[in-house]
Protein backbone atom coordinates (compact mmCIF):
# COMPACT_ATOMS: atom_id res chain seq x y z
CA UNK A 1 0.00 0.00 0.00
CA UNK A 2 0.87 3.23 -0.58
CA UNK A 3 -0.14 6.30 0.96
CA UNK A 4 -0.53 10.06 -0.55
CA UNK A 5 -1.50 13.48 0.87
CA UNK A 6 -1.79 16.70 -1.18
CA UNK A 7 -1.27 19.99 -0.08
CA UNK A 8 -0.82 24.06 -0.58
CA UNK A 9 -4.21 24.75 -2.26
CA UNK A 10 -6.01 27.69 -1.92
CA UNK A 11 -7.50 31.03 -3.24
CA UNK A 12 -5.13 33.07 -5.83
CA UNK A 13 -5.59 35.75 -7.62
CA UNK A 14 -5.22 35.09 -11.60
CA UNK A 15 -1.85 35.34 -12.71
CA UNK A 16 -0.64 34.40 -9.21
CA UNK A 17 1.46 31.07 -8.62
CA UNK A 18 1.10 28.34 -6.02
CA UNK A 19 2.80 25.19 -4.96
CA UNK A 20 1.39 22.10 -4.33
CA UNK A 21 3.04 19.42 -2.45
CA UNK A 22 2.50 15.47 -2.67
CA UNK A 23 3.60 13.70 0.44
CA UNK A 24 3.75 9.71 -0.43
CA UNK A 25 4.23 6.93 2.19
CA UNK A 26 4.28 2.89 3.11
CA UNK A 27 5.40 1.03 -0.09
CA UNK A 28 6.74 3.68 -1.99
CA UNK A 29 8.96 1.62 -3.89
CA UNK A 30 6.78 -0.28 -5.24
CA UNK A 31 5.23 2.82 -7.72
CA UNK A 32 7.89 4.37 -9.69
CA UNK A 33 6.04 7.38 -10.79
CA UNK A 34 3.96 10.46 -9.40
CA UNK A 35 1.78 12.03 -10.87
CA UNK A 36 -0.64 15.33 -10.92
CA UNK A 37 -4.75 15.43 -11.94
CA UNK A 38 -7.16 17.79 -11.61
CA UNK A 39 -11.23 17.90 -11.96
CA UNK A 40 -12.78 20.73 -12.46
CA UNK A 41 -16.67 20.86 -11.42
CA UNK A 42 -18.78 18.91 -14.42
CA UNK A 43 -15.87 17.74 -16.17
CA UNK A 44 -13.68 14.83 -16.13
CA UNK A 45 -10.40 14.26 -14.32
CA UNK A 46 -7.33 15.15 -16.10
CA UNK A 47 -3.89 14.54 -16.52
CA UNK A 48 -1.60 17.41 -15.45
CA UNK A 49 1.92 16.22 -14.97
CA UNK A 50 3.80 13.55 -13.82
CA UNK A 51 7.71 12.48 -12.36
CA UNK A 52 9.76 9.45 -12.12
CA UNK A 53 11.42 8.82 -8.59
CA UNK A 54 14.11 7.37 -10.13
CA UNK A 55 15.21 9.03 -13.18
CA UNK A 56 13.21 12.65 -12.24
CA UNK A 57 11.84 12.14 -16.06
CA UNK A 58 8.90 14.44 -16.07
CA UNK A 59 5.51 14.97 -18.69
CA UNK A 60 3.32 17.73 -18.89
CA UNK A 61 -0.35 18.38 -19.84
CA UNK A 62 0.08 20.52 -23.07
CA UNK A 63 -2.23 22.48 -21.16
CA UNK A 64 0.30 23.83 -18.11
CA UNK A 65 3.62 23.01 -20.43
CA UNK A 66 5.47 26.34 -19.60
CA UNK A 67 3.50 27.50 -16.68
CA UNK A 68 3.63 23.99 -14.12
CA UNK A 69 7.15 22.55 -12.95
CA UNK A 70 6.58 18.89 -11.48
CA UNK A 71 10.13 18.24 -8.92
CA UNK A 72 10.37 15.62 -6.11
CA UNK A 73 12.36 15.21 -3.12
CA UNK A 74 13.23 11.94 -2.62
CA UNK A 75 14.68 12.11 0.78
CA UNK A 76 11.28 13.25 2.39
CA UNK A 77 9.15 11.28 -0.44
CA UNK A 78 7.32 14.28 -1.88
CA UNK A 79 6.48 15.72 -5.31
CA UNK A 80 5.88 19.21 -5.67
CA UNK A 81 3.91 20.95 -8.48
CA UNK A 82 4.80 24.65 -9.07
CA UNK A 83 1.95 26.65 -10.97
CA UNK A 84 3.00 29.99 -12.21
CA UNK A 85 0.46 32.08 -14.29
CA UNK A 86 -2.91 30.51 -12.85
CA UNK A 87 -5.85 31.93 -14.63
CA UNK A 88 -9.54 31.03 -14.01
CA UNK A 89 -9.46 27.65 -15.95
CA UNK A 90 -7.07 26.55 -13.62
CA UNK A 91 -9.52 26.17 -10.89
CA UNK A 92 -10.45 22.82 -9.61
CA UNK A 93 -9.74 20.07 -7.10
CA UNK A 94 -6.26 19.02 -7.80
CA UNK A 95 -5.07 15.23 -6.96
CA UNK A 96 -1.67 12.80 -6.37
CA UNK A 97 -1.51 9.55 -7.12
CA UNK A 98 1.03 6.79 -7.15
CA UNK A 99 1.61 4.62 -10.68
CA UNK A 100 3.90 2.05 -12.31
CA UNK A 101 4.79 4.52 -15.05
CA UNK A 102 5.62 8.17 -15.81
CA UNK A 103 2.16 8.66 -18.19
CA UNK A 104 -0.91 10.67 -18.59
CA UNK A 105 -3.01 7.31 -18.64
CA UNK A 106 -5.18 7.78 -15.16
CA UNK A 107 -5.50 4.00 -15.11
CA UNK A 108 -1.99 3.49 -14.86
CA UNK A 109 -2.26 5.32 -11.17
CA UNK A 110 -3.65 3.22 -8.28
CA UNK A 111 -2.90 4.76 -5.05
CA UNK A 112 -4.46 8.18 -4.51
CA UNK A 113 -5.16 11.29 -2.39
CA UNK A 114 -8.23 12.95 -1.10
CA UNK A 115 -7.86 16.32 -3.32
CA UNK A 116 -6.81 20.02 -2.39
CA UNK A 117 -8.66 22.64 -4.06
CA UNK A 118 -7.25 25.02 -6.19
CA UNK A 119 -9.02 28.33 -6.60
CA UNK A 120 -8.19 31.59 -9.08
CA UNK A 121 -10.10 34.25 -9.12
CA UNK A 122 -10.27 36.35 -11.85
Known amino acids: QVQVAESGGGLVQAGGSLRLSCAASGRTWSRDAMGWFRQAPGKEREFVAA????????YYADSVKGRCTISRENAKNTVYLQMNSLNPEDTAVYYC???????????????WGQGTQVTVSS
Open 51 to 58: IGWNTGYS
Open 97 to 111: AAGQAVVSDMYNYDY
